[in-house]
């Protein structure tokens, strides 16, 4: 082994220096998932990390940092975002020496949408709603995966009823790849000690009660009591209120599935 294989699988397997004030139920939530990462972006190399700049999203970014990996790491500007949004992206931007690229819409689908239902047409009905996402979303996402082995997330199961089930590692058969939501069984509560205890940066909004955070207008605070994404197009049903990032070509959400094999 040469001394320069030494020291990456040194940086490898090292652990994360855990804050002495943390609580130990954080320490092994962290140790889990720093262990999928690494494993996961062995296994499949060409990888990719969507970021919203929510808390979650954060968390990894923090992780892939520490850890060192290579990771393709991405957001989706729909032209639609928060003005705290972008100074988290700037943060992160001073912060990390991990960059995160960003993606936009095609020009000309966002004018076509807008010239055909206004400007806010996306409130109208729920088709209107979901095409106005395809547009601004789900086709930059598919040029950003396009290639790729392996999708980091920051989905939690905790989130809203529509993420109950998420798995760890699932199979996307819509992008024909496999998803990691490391983060698949942590808290809020573990989301916000681990923000803490690594003083990671996060998006303003979350202190006025926006624990969601996505388009400026289709996003508001929470009441008491509300789920995580009820803020998220609260004018509709909630099994209703996904943009579509993460369903399945049938319309059902992803769950857990066997990996196929490494490619």
């Not at 639609?80 to 992206?89: G, I, K, P, S």
């Not at 789900?138 to 995966?145: T, V």
């Not at 998420?166 to 996307?172: C, N, R």
């Not at 069984?185 to 998006?203: K, L, Q």
Request: proline share 5%.
């Amino acid at each position: 082994m040469t001394g320069q294989d030494a020291t990456m699988k040194t940086k490898t397997h090292a652990k994360i220096e855990i804050p002495t004030h943390s609580h130990s139920a954080l320490a092994r939530r962290i140790d889990a998932a720093a262990v999928v990462l690494r494993e996961n972006v062995a296994r499949f190399p060409s990888a990719a990390f969507a970021t919203s700049f929510g808390a979650e999203d954060m968390v990894l970014l923090d992780l892939i940092d520490r850890l060192e990996l290579a990771v393709d790491a991405f957001t989706l500007d729909t032209g639609r975002l928060h003005d705290e949004t972008y100074a988290l992206m700037d943060a992160a931007r001073r912060r990390y020496r991990t960059r995160v690229r960003v993606l936009f819409p095609e020009r000309e689908a966002v004018e076509r949408f807008v010239a055909a239902h206004g400007v806010n047409g996306f409130r109208d009905n729920v088709a209107q709603r979901k095409q106005c996402c395809a547009i601004r979303k789900l086709e930059p996402l598919a040029r950003a995966l396009d290639g790729k082995q392996l999708w980091i997330t920051g989905l939690r199961r905790e989130q809203s009823p529509t993420r109950a089930d998420v798995g760890i590692l699932v199979h996307d058969a819509t992008h024909g790849l496999m998803k990691l939501s490391p983060l698949a069984d942590w808290s809020a509560a573990d989301v916000r000690e681990y923000v803490e205890a690594f003083a990671v940066p996060v998006n303003a909004l979350h202190a006025r009660g926006f624990p969601s955070i996505g388009c400026a207008p289709c996003t508001r605070a929470i009441a008491p009591g509300e789920d995580e994404r009820a803020g998220r197009w609260w004018w509709e049903q909630p099994l209703q209120r996904e943009c579509g990032l993460h369903i399945a070509p049938n319309g059902w959400r992803v769950r857990a599935s066997k990996a196929p094999p490494a490619r």
